[in-house]
């Protein structure tokens, strides 16, 4: 059984299909512009058509793949103007999420992050480690849930991760700066320091915006 510990429970047969696609495209084993069926998802998973049409509804959602209106469902190639694009807005918009998070600070918040970083700093897995990221940020801004803003990064996201886990594909050696700058933005939080939290978080995001040019270019 496969868990998904960004999540610490079992996966479901949705999130196994896309986190299994998802390793296979990041990987290089299914190419940009290879056509995904419905049909070929279901038989190569053995499972019926409901979960494999909802895998690539996810996949779509996290920019790994199109539709072509002729086509179908193609695996998309991810590009440095789309990650820039994505890196852009959540830089103008986090901090603003940060500060409205803030305002319900609530120790269990620092509680819930600090055991996602224990996971993440125990994660081998490129793409669960990219999931996990995403949770750890999300404790800063969680009780913000239900807000437009909130709804729009959730969506940056999400468009993000398949470029947080080709990141780490293309150096693993980022890893160990990553994880220090966590442990710094939760330093900040546990200090009650907004301006430092918003400050760490934005160097951060800028951080692996800059990383993913060299690593797009390099590796697709």
Known sequence: MMYNNALGRPMTTTEFIVYSLSQEILNGKIKSGTRLTQNEISKKFNVSQTPAR???KILTAEGLISFDPYKGAIVKGLCYKDAKDIYDLRILLEPKLIADGF??????????????????????DFNEW????????RCFWQSEAGSRTF???ENLMSASIPYVSLSLHYKKTHLKAFNAQHRAILEAYK??????????SVEHT???????????????
């Open 54 to 56: 909802e895998a690539l």
């Open 103 to 124: 305002e319900n600070y609530d120790e269990e918040n620092l509680q819930n992050a600090l055991q996602v970083q224990q996971k993440i700093e125990e994660c081998d």
């Open 130 to 137: 990219a999931l996990l990221n995403a949770d750890f940020h």
């Open 151 to 153: 709804a729009i990064v």
């Open 191 to 200: 200090d009650k320091d907004l301006e430092k939290l918003i400050k760490l």
């Open 206 to 220: 800028a951080q692996t915006r800059e990383i993913l040019e060299d690593a797009i270019n390099s590796v697709l």
